[in-house]
């Protein structure tokens, strides 16, 4: 048998089992398919009986689907984590302090350390936040952050996500369903816990509520509705915080203040977590069309009167035309050297890079500027000839919608699949917390390609997740 | 708590509640169904039955014939029926599910596991054979949800939007079935009753779960002025208009010790309530039991359209 040719976490073709894998090797060796099959069926009754499900858009049978859950869990090291969560910080800070310089002073397209086109013609850019300064000056308070892993050492941030990241209600939940799945595991090992990650929100939210706001702070969480694919997360998420969850039409702006609509008449509001997106806030300033949203509050928000979470704009972070210069965010900023990796980008608006991307079509991963979710991709040496030359007719009609980046040799995981235990490329989005300190729990969610040799792990292209597992020392 | 938030934990347990009185009513109904009788007498038990449950108009529009089959479709799957088990309980999942935050896991997952499992149900899964056990079925579910909201919930707002949506709907569903026989309830009937009279009586009893307890409190035959009295004004009896409005009354208390206020449907729920403090039946007879009813359905109405509107359900 050759040697794969990408890195298993679980173990090397020479020096064997890798230590943070010694004792669930062991346990899975003895276990039987049999015994390991009927735990999956039991963990997926537990997924369904809690209501865990997303909905996949444009596909109208599938209104509330589980996310396949893979009983194996994913282990890094105490030591793994450490550098990866000083890689996470590190990174986060730069994204901050480019977010209120690029709505300020703009000093890093002064330096020509960032071509203005890319910043300021962006239609990531939000002219409605120039001059602007939130609560803490902090734009950005929960960064979900992808990363892949190719080796032993080295960590590549695939992406920011800076505007709404998802995913962190199915970490909670995977690391509860393997608590009560397999008990004996977590008896045998020092797992970090997750479950504090609720707390670490709200003390978050309350840390960035504006400076008038009388007592506690009122935090609520701000959802389009129960047909967002995510609602689960919202509902998860309000309820774990003990806060509210309301949608547009609940909150109204009055005398310059947020209130909601209760039993008892109107109620202030000081931090708003929202889960929609920048367009749909406030109908006066963006979309006229939109209803998730309130009337007046970014009127409100400018004077002060409430703190939105994350602040609108801060889609110009995670912009991925913008995604190649955060390393030298890092240098510019922080006066550092990064510690996470940034994944070579090739910015198909340069004629250079256009014409290497359509030169090596069949090595690159090429991506839409403004996509997320796996749609608008075409992964190189997987795609058919087909899908290839569509690509080129993409790329040559609107070549600054695209990147272009090597395909990663993305790290392997065991994952118990129709045949057994195989190994399934994953990628790893922890969650980040912003507030008057960084706070993060250990881990994240890994997100698991269930088909072999398979490179696509999101959830609306038939990836699954996995519990992850930060050993304690 | 949201408005928003009220109005669904409002309904939802109405929903809830309705669900396990429509399965009594078909299994009552299913019950007099199965007696040796023509079937124009058949036809008219079924539609009293449709009555009882407030849907018989849309019945109507739907099928021509009272056969056992379109009825029990009717009643417990078809979704053209707002009010049938499967409605109700899909409808309560569904507000379930958009205040899950105010819920404990044990409501939600006892909801969403019933429907789930309700999914499922096709009416080959009904058929004679099969229908006890389904109506079984879905008042365990209903009790269940009903055990888990009484074990789990915090005494506040929620829990008293949830009681009220329950006994108001539980209310509406009693003062419903005796509406639709009162004519058998009247004094007089005990003198004419035969054996099909008391079949009757038994059935409306059957129909609230009170055919046992009945003779725990009266240590006697059934006797219709009786009955009636039982489901309206025994305070012991759990499904009567009274321990309703006992329990409509506490929830009310417990809103105002919440908010420090007391809004004007404490004045229409009180004076619904004084119909059966220090009444009796000689009383509501006089004045005619089906006057007293329908005087009844529309105050009942009337209170859970103040609640809406003064607990800002809609605003």
């Known amino acids: ?473 | 708590m949201l408005g928003r938030t009220a109005d669904d934990l409002y309904w939802l347990s109405r929903y809830v509640e309705r669900a396990e009185n429509m399965a009594r009513l078909v299994e009552a109904g299913y019950r007099i169904a199965m007696m040796p009788r023509n079937s124009e007498e058949h036809r008219e038990e079924w539609r009293s039955t449709l009555a009882s449950a407030g849907c018989a108009i849309c019945f109507e529009r739907k099928y021509d014939d009272y056969s056992t089959e379109n009825v029990v479709n009717f009643m417990l799957l078809d979704t053209d029926n707002p009010s049938s088990v499967n409605s109700c309980l899909s409808t309560a999942r569904n507000k379930a599910r958009a205040v899950r935050t105010t819920m404990t896991k044990e409501m939600w997952e006892s909801l969403n596991a019933t429907w789930i499992e309700l999914s499922g149900v096709k009416p080959k899964s009904v058929t004679p054979n099969l229908l006890p056990g389904f109506l079984e079925w879905v008042k365990q579910r209903s009790q269940l949800f009903r055990g888990a909201l009484i074990g789990t919930i915090l005494r506040n707002d929620t829990f008293f939007f949830s009681q009220l949506g329950a006994f108001i709907e539980r209310a509406d569903n009693t003062a419903r079935i005796l509406d639709v026989k009162y004519y058998v309830l009247l004094p007089e009937r005990e003198i004419v009753g035969g054996g099909i009279d008391a079949y009757q009586w038994a059935t409306i009893l059957r129909s609230v779960s009170a055919h046992r307890s009945y003779r725990w409190v009266y240590h006697e035959g059934y006797k219709p002025w009786r009955i009636a009295e039982f489901l309206i004004l025994a305070k012991e009896m759990p499904r009567s208009l009274c321990f309703c409005y006992g329990m409509i009354d506490a929830a009310l208390k417990g809103l105002a010790e919440t908010y420090g206020a007391k809004p004007p449907c404490h004045a229409t729920a009180r004076a619904t309530r004084a119909l059966f403090d220090h009444n009796d039946m000689d009383n509501v007879f006089q004045g005619g039991l089906h006057e007293f009813l329908t005087n009844f359905l529309a105050r009942n109405n009337q209170l859970s359209e103040e609640i809406s509107s003064d607990f800002h359900f809609h605003d």
């Open chain 1, 1 to 473: 048998m050759s040697a794969p040719d990408f890195f298993y976490e679980m173990a090397d073709p020479v020096a064997g089992v890798r230590p943070p894998y010694a004792l669930l090797n062991d346990w899975l060796e003895k276990q039987k398919p049999k015994t390991l099959r009927t735990k999956q069926r039991e963990a997926e009754t537990i997924f369904r009986r809690l209501g865990i499900t997303f909905a996949v858009y444009g596909d109208v049978d599938a209104n509330e689907r589980l996310i396949p859950f893979d009983i194996i869990p994913r282990i890094l090291s105490a030591g793994e984590w450490r550098r990866i969560s000083r890689g996470l910080e590190q990174r986060v800070r730069a994204l901050n302090a480019f977010l209120y310089d690029i709505y300020h002073r703009q000093e890093i397209v002064r330096a020509g350390r960032i071509p203005a086109d890319i910043c300021i013609d962006n239609s990531a850019y939000a002219p409605e936040m120039i001059g602007l300064t939130p609560a803490g000056r902090i734009y950005a308070h929960i960064v979900g952050v992808d990363i892949v892993r190719v080796d032993a050492d080295d960590f590549y941030v695939l992406e920011d996500n800076t505007r709404t990241p998802s995913g962190v209600s199915y970490m909670l939940e995977n690391r509860e369903t393997m608590m009560r799945t397999f008990p004996e595991l977590f008896a045998r090992h020092r797992v970090a816990p997750v479950d504090q990650y609720p707390s670490l929100l709200h003390a978050t939210l309350e840390s960035v509520a504006p400076e008038g706001a009388q007592g506690r702070p009122t935090i609520v969480v701000l959802t389009p509705g129960v047909h967002n694919s995510a609602y689960f997360e919202h509902s998860f998420l309000a309820d774990e915080m003990g806060v509210e969850l309301v949608e547009g039409l609940d909150l109204f702006v009055k005398d310059g203040g947020v209130y909601m609509r209760t039993t008892q008449g109107p109620e202030r509001v000081d931090v708003i977590y929202r889960r929609i997106d920048d367009a749909f806030l406030d109908p006066l300033v963006f979309r006229p069309d939109s209803l998730l949203g309130v009337p007046g509050l970014m009127d409100a928000y400018r004077a002060g009167a409430v703190t939105i979470v994350n602040a609108p704009g801060t889609g110009i972070a995670d912009d991925k035309a913008i995604y190649m210069y955060v390393p030298e965010m890092i240098r510019f900023y922080l006066g550092q050297e990064p510690i996470l990796k940034n994944v070579p980008t090739y910015n198909c608006a340069a004629a250079d890079d256009l014409a290497y991307t359509l030169d090596h079509l069949s090595e690159l991963v090429v991506k839409e500027v403004h996509g997320s979710g796996g749609y608008g991709m075409m992964v190189g040496p997987s795609a058919t000839a087909e899908q290839r030359k569509a690509f080129v007719a993409k790329l040559r009609a609107d070549p600054s919608n695209y990147i272009a980046q090597p395909t990663l040799a993305l790290s392997a995981c065991p994952t118990f699949v129709e045949s057994g235990i195989a190994p399934r490329h994953v990628d790893l989005r922890p969650f980040v917390l912003i507030g008057d300190r960084i706070r993060l729990a250990p881990g994240g969610l890994t997100r698991v390609a269930l088909e072999e040799g398979s490179l696509i792990v999101n959830s609306s292209q038939g990836g699954g997740t996995k519990d992850t597992w930060i050993l304690e020392e």
